[in-house]
């Protein structure tokens, strides 16, 4: 017995050593996430900052400096382009490692190496879709410039300088959470990146859906609730622009066009909110008479945040802004001369084509009324703990088949079986040397030269210099197809249906210094319907655009002032569109007292997306519920996936239409009317708010409604905000939901010695220990803007600067 428990007492603390050694599920190695020397104490910064520091790199070719303001903010001084680089990628890998490593993971179908088999599916939908190979071929074009290759070459360098210096002990959180460590950068990664990019703003698509309703309801009724024009709309190029070009002829429609190619199908639609906003002012509407240009870009809100801010100094380049971690350059910012921010054109460049197979084997596709033969692309997909999966992906001439039989994983089971996909982020690309030349540029020419070097994803760059030229392009390499191409599935085996070629870029829409002295975007209609060529037939819902319009037209004396408070303004235009069309509908003698009170609540509102608003949570889910009481019956139909019309197209039919057959509820045995709808979905709206929050009083407000907040990355619980008391909606300019919002505001006005403001909800470090971690969450979230420290030289700002880091060979 004695014995036996002497190798208890020795056998038992190995185990339990063992045990905690190992990750269990979800949960971390305790012993060593809890170890004082290498866990998770390492990563509690000290609020004392370190003034100077000096590093060796090896590849450096001259001494670097790098200073750091209040906010932790780079400011690089660099005597050359490779150390410029160099720089970028050791700074930005110090405060983002892993969030870089996670992105570019994900973005190549890697997630199964860390967190073992229940990622599978994951890493399997990113490699069907073409996520690496489209990474390949950009990176090839990258390479092929010898400057493009310098710069991704030298941040790459720069990166896996800091790497190699980085301790266990210091190992961002998240890899001693989930129990993995970095691995070395490589290009590719750049490349991985900025296809994820491609893919958050350009993956979704409604051709699915449109099939479904050209099947159900025919060409005429299609034509009817998704016209290829809004009813409203203010367009990016002012109406009237004239076309200064010969254009190309455009390919002719085939007469099987129209034909429905499949049923039974869906797919991610297009998110609402996904967009941005930007503009520029002309010196003419400003009180300094230089002009001014805004930008804030609308995206899903993390901790860390998808922007670094960096100020890139070297021979031939001062520029201030924000990067891609993961990715050399500045993609909006301004320099000395010029400033440029970027929206979202939402061009149709990702179609699908139904593939006509000669057997089981796929190893033939009937195109063009031969047999061609598929290629073949051996994925290896690596899982944590050893085992790995080859999977095998046809490609046509098109792109990859992406299922031939549909997962459980949710994205899976929005894509067509059998259908190939043809996507401009799997051609070859250069979108470097688009911001190498926007970070250096002087003038409109630099601007336009830099445009022709862009692919993907399309964005409507904005343009503003102290030389007092405003410009705006929507810009991108734009496939040359016959209109509503792509609207709905295509059909694989016809070479008519093939992309006809190119849009030359010196014909893609453009306006410069515009008689209404300012431009501007908001992801709406590119130009009016004299445009020559076909870009998409749907674009986002006007209000953001029309609102923006409105105010610039009626803007005088502008100051950066002025611009700050309007990219917070929460005035709604629906709101003003349909309310004196609906609140007459309302039968109030047939509300109960509480919906009295909402019904009088909503008829004095401002129209305004206030935090404190409580009739904007009212008629925000009376919106969404009237406009489901419309469509449902209609476009819910099992089997067949279908999409609702869009919003501008329901107005009109709720101010114009007010008779329309798509107002009865066709499951139900008599006829409903807008006014049955209306009041209906009123009631419903109130009571449901009432279930859901109490009483009419503070936590109907719309702050609290709306529950905006900044979630960590990886959705790891306790790293991401509070929620935040905000106003703003989808369709203000304010574009603020619930985790969906501006992700960078910047405001720069130009002159002589140009002035940056700039914020971002998050803080420049990916350390949840560190204070700099999410410092700027409540000036962006309160509306306010950091004036941004431009500097000249090192010795520039010195009270503003916290630590100075030294770089040599």
Known sequence: ????????????????????????????????????????????????????????????????????????????????????????????????????????????????????????????????????????NSLKGMMADPKSREMILAYTEGINAYIKSLHRSRYPLEYKLLDFK?????????????????????????????????????????????????????????????????????????????????????????????????????????????????????????????????????????????????????????????AWGVTNVAADVLDFYQVRFKDSTHREYLYDGKWKKTSRRIEKIVMRGGDSENDTVTYTHHGPVVYF???????????????????????????????????????????????????????????????????????????????????????????RHDWQGWIPAAQNPTVKNPPRGFVSSANQSSTDKTYPYYLNWEFSATERGRRINNRLTAMSQATADSVIRMQTDNYSMLAESVLPALMPMIDILGLNATQKEAYALVGRWNKTYASRAVAASIFELWMKKLNDAIWEDDFKVDAMPMRYPSRDRTVEMILNEPDARWFDDTRTPKTETLNFLCNQTFRETVDSLEKAHGAIGRAWQWGYVKNSHVPHLAKIPGMGSKILFTGGSKSTINALGETNGPSWRMVVALGKNPRGYGIFPGGQSGNPGSKFYDNMIGTWAAGKLDELLFLHSPAEGKSHIIKHLKITR
């Open 1 to 136: 017995m004695n014995k036996l428990k002497a190798v208890l007492c020795i056998v038992a603390p190995v185990l339990l050593g063992l045990l905690f050694h190992i990750k269990i599920g979800d949960l971390p190695p305790v012993l060593k996430f809890l170890n004082p020397f290498s866990g998770f104490w390492q990563n509690a910064e000290n609020t004392f900052v370190k003034k100077q520091k000096r590093v060796r790199i090896p590849g450096a070719r001259a001494p670097i400096e790098i200073l750091f303001d209040e906010k932790m903010i780079p400011h690089v001084f660099a005597q050359n382009d490779h150390d410029l680089y160099l720089a970028q990628g050791y700074v930005t890998a110090m405060h983002r490692l892993w969030q870089m490593d996670f992105q570019t993971r994900f973005a190549a179908g890697r997630i199964s190496e860390v967190v073992g088999p229940k990622a599978i599916e994951v890493d399997r939908y990113q490699r069907r879709m073409g996520m690496l190979f489209g990474a390949e």
């Open 182 to 338: 970095p691995e070395l950068w490589t290009p590719l990664k750049c490349a991985l990146l900025l296809k994820q990019m491609s893919a958050v703003l350009a993956m979704g698509s409604d051709e699915f859906y449109m099939t479904n309703i050209l099947k159900k309801y025919g060409p005429e009724v299609t034509a009817n609730l998704f016209p290829d024009y809004p009813f409203r709309e203010s367009p990016i190029i002012p109406e009237g622009t004239r076309w200064n070009f010969d254009p190309l002829k455009i390919p002719a429609v085939p007469e099987n066009a129209m034909n429905p190619l499949a049923a039974n199908i869906s797919t991610r639609q297009k998110e609402d909110g996904i967009g941005s906003n930007n503009w520029a002012i002309s010196g003419s509407k400003t009180k300094s008479g230089y002009p001014i240009l805004a930008n804030d870009p609308h995206l899903d809100l993390t901790l860390p945040s998808i922007w670094y801010q960096i100020q890139l100094h070297a021979p031939g380049i001062n520029a201030y802004g924000v990067s891609l971690p993961g990715a050399p350059g500045i993609v909006i910012g301004y320099n000395q001369n010029i």
């Open 405 to 495: 039989k549909k997962t459980g994983y949710s994205k899976a089971a929005s894509v067509p079986e059998g259908a190939a996909l043809r996507w401009i982020a799997h051609d070859r690309s250069n979108e470097l040397m688009t911001f190498y030349k926007l970070n250096r540029g002087k003038n409109y020419a630099d601007y336009r030269q830099a445009l022709t070097y862009y692919t993907a994803p399309a964005q409507n760059f904005a343009f503003a210099s102290k030389d007092n030229d405003i410009a705006i392009t929507p810009n991108g390499k734009f496939p040359l197809k016959w209109k509503n191409q792509g609207k709905f599935i295509l059909d694989g085996t016809d070479k």
